[in-house]
């Protein structure tokens, strides 16, 4: 069963610490992204990458950096947690271009405090 | 911002009951999706419109799009207490950019 697997359910972290999300996805989607979904907004974009080594920024990526060394790996990097980034991120994979629908992983819960 | 905007916000209906929600786009599209989400998990990929089509169907979904009018809506017949969840529309812009852009939701609830 293809999959993408984020590497925590749940976390709780200091304000002021780095934090890794990690996402992991076994399709060999050349497409990945990093959504964070907050209630009443819906999912926001914070990066996206559509090849290894490539990002672009998406709607609200400051205070957020992202790294795709390998091409079914996209980590997610909360330089210097805030509580403003408590939130549920997801990460999402798909084929080039548009036409397929994207992938999502479970979730990760992020709670700064 | 949020390009696609459902209707309703929530819903609640008894299971056997159809239930219909709405979601309205303001620019061009190639295709529109819609998303299940059950509480605290990811999304799933329920169905893919393209730009071209007026209805598509797929088990008990029904999903149709007014392109002219810049609006989808998603029918579940005969809905069941495991329909509960969010759903959420999608949309592929033609600008090009490969990020579907998601609305804010709704939340449906079918009473058992």
């Known amino acids: 069963d293809v999959k993408v697997t984020q590497s925590s359910r749940y976390l709780v972290k200091r304000t002021g610490e780095k934090v890794f999300l990690e996402c992991v996805q076994d399709m060999d989607h050349e497409n990945m992204f990093w959504y964070r979904q907050d209630p009443g907004l819906g999912l926001r974009l914070i990066y996206f990458?559509?090849?290894?080594?490539?990002?672009e920024k998406g709607d609200i990526p400051e205070g957020y950096s992202v790294s795709r060394e390998k091409k079914e790996r996209f980590s997610l990097i909360l330089e210097s947690a805030s509580t403003n980034q408590t939130s549920m991120y997801l990460c999402a994979s798909s084929l080039p271009g548009g036409s397929y629908g994207y992938t999502f992983g479970s979730g990760t819960r992020l709670t700064v405090v | 911002s949020q390009q696609g905007e459902e209707d309703p916000q929530a819903l609640s209906i008894q299971e056997g009951e159809n239930a219909t929600m709405n979601c309205s786009y303001k620019t061009s599209i190639n295709n529109l999706q819609w998303y299940r989400q059950n509480s605290g998990r990811g999304l799933v990929h329920l169905i893919l419109i393209r730009s071209n089509e007026r209805e598509k169907h797929s088990g008990r979904l029904r999903v149709t799009l007014d392109t002219s009018k810049k609006s989808s809506s998603l029918l579940i017949t005969a809905s069941r207490a495991a329909d509960t969840a969010s759903y959420f529309c999608a949309t592929d812009p033609t600008s090009g950019t490969y990020k579907y852009i998601f609305g804010t939701g709704t939340r449906l609830k079918v009473l058992a």
């Open positions: 990458s559509y090849d290894v080594k490539m990002k």
